[in-house]
Every structure is written in C-alpha cells, then in structure tokens.
C-alpha cells in the first residue's frame, strides 16, 4: 500500500501534468489561430494533418517489411484527416487467440462522441525508467481511444513490460501492451484499423503501401495485418517512416519525452536482428490511468 508521501508525490505529478497539458494546449491554441491568419486555411490544415506511425513485432514478416520500407527515400506526407460524425459505432470482434490477461471488450461500442470535451483524453503511464503522459486523439481514431481507455480501466496493462524495441535508421519505436512479453499476446477481441488508413483512397491499391512519416512523438497501435488491433501499441522516439497501415490515436506529451530518450539511450539486444530486440533496460508499465 503506498505511503502518505507517495500518495502526495503522485498527486503532484498528476497535478503538474494538468496544468502542462493546460498550458501546452493554450500555446498550441495561440500558434493555430496565428497559421490561420497569416497562411490559411490550406497551410493550417496541412500542418494538423502532419501525423505519423510504426508496426507490430510479433509476426516476422511485418516486420520485414516495416524496416525495409523505413529505407526508403522519402516518406509522403499522412493523408489529412476527414471529419467524423459527432458519434460513431464501433465493433469489437473475438479474436481467435483468447486473452492472454483477463478483459472484456468496451462496456459501450455505440454512440461514441468525437466532438467536444471528449476529443482528446489525457493519460498517465507510469513505469520504472519514468512518467510518459499520453494525450488520446478521439476525433481522429475513436473506437482506437475507446478500447484503449477501457483495457486501462481494466488495469490491463499494470504489471507489463514493453517487450520490443526498434533502433535502425528509419524505424524508432517503443513497443508494448502485450501482458505476455512475446509479441503474441493479447485482449481476445480485435477491431478495425482507423486513422491513417481509413484516409486512403480506395481506387489507389498502392496506397497502403507507400510510406509515410510517423514523428517522434506519435502513439499508434502495432498489428498483424488488417482488422487485428487488440492491445499492443507502440511510441515512436525518433521520426520513422512506414505504411499506413498502423492506426494513429494519440500523442506523447512534450514534457515525458525525456523518459523515452532514457529509454532509447540504453539501446537494444538485437536479439530479433540488427537493430531490433528488446529494450536493454528493462521497461515495465506500472499503471496506466486516465487524469
């Protein structure tokens, strides 16, 4: 049971992460409606639109094929994100893996809001290297937000370890979510990818695979191919490029992206090849909860 002081200690770190989000969001505020006058709406929209992505370790192949496309030249820029309806419905489907921890799907799968004060869900992820505050993007990719809000307040994650890290020139992210620590585990249910894919056009097959670039900062679910996200999800520590083909859903806040240069300063095994292995240092999530 925590003492008096750790009791106090987290409270202000809850406390000091709501007034930086307060304020960071307040600047962000500020720089939008100066883009908006002097450039407008075209160059507003494009900077918003300038998200990004990564790939799941659990099935080699993808893996293959993420790192192989983070060699590429260049990466296009994320297709811009249409509007959403004010709610949305959402499907949960079992998977054929039962969960690996125990869960259920989210309570509530219709009438999901993607407008007002639920847009944007702020999150504390505590682990052992550090704090890493987590802002939610419920406009964008909502059914993503509404599992992964349900799996926290299921403690899903308390006690896991991100059990993957990538470090080569083009791909840079930090892997978690799975309660087995194998890149195999999961919640026993799966849904469908939403931002970015969901922007591409359907009369260009090519589309999902060209890549595009996934910035440092970027929160995104890993997967197996299509309609398989369930709990693993990744953070990218430094700009990576890949196909559009891993679901946007959030952001890390500035002020935690000292826990990841921590992180990603002790390095990797290699121990899934060069450049990708498990973090050196292990990485274990204490709790996840919503501010």
Do not use: W
């Amino acid at each position: 049971m925590p003492s008096n002081e750790q009791r106090r200690a987290a409270a202000k770190r809850k406390l000091e992460r709501q007034l930086a989000n307060r304020a960071e969001r307040a600047r962000r505020r500020k720089q939008l409606t100066i883009a908006g006058s002097v450039l407008g709406v075209v160059v507003l929209v494009a900077a918003i639109s300038g998200v990004y992505f990564l790939t799941k370790g659990d099935d080699s192949s993808d893996a293959k094929d993420a790192t192989q496309s983070s060699s590429a030249p260049s990466a296009a820029a994320p297709p811009a994100a249409a509007a959403k309806p004010a709610m949305v419905n959402c499907v949960y489907k079992d998977s054929q893996k039962p969960a690996d921890k125990p869960a259920t799907k989210p309570a509530k799968a219709d009438g999901i809001p993607t407008t007002g004060n639920d847009a944007k869900v702020s999150v504390s992820m505590e682990t052992n290297q550090g704090p890493i505050g987590l802002t939610l993007n419920n406009a964008e990719s909502p059914c993503t937000v509404n599992s992964f809000v349900s799996l926290a307040s299921q403690k899903f994650f308390d006690g896991t370890s991100c059990h993957r890290m990538t470090a080569s020139e083009g791909l840079k992210v930090l892997q978690c979510g799975d309660p087995t620590a194998s890149g195999m585990g999961g919640p026993g249910y799966e849904f469908d990818n939403e931002y970015p894919t969901d922007q591409l056009d359907a009369n260009d097959p090519m589309a999902a695979q060209k890549p595009i670039a996934y910035k440092r900062g970027t929160l995104a679910m890993a997967n197996a191919g299509p309609g398989t996200n369930g709990s693993q999800f990744f953070i990218v520590y430094g700009d990576s490029q890949l196909p559009p083909n891993y679901t946007i859903f959030g952001t890390v806040d500035d002020n935690s992206m000292g826990t990841l240069d921590k992180i990603a300063k002790a390095g990797q095994d290699n121990s899934n090849g060069p450049g990708d292995g498990k973090p050196s240092q292990p990485v274990d999530i204490q709790s996840v909860r919503l501010d």
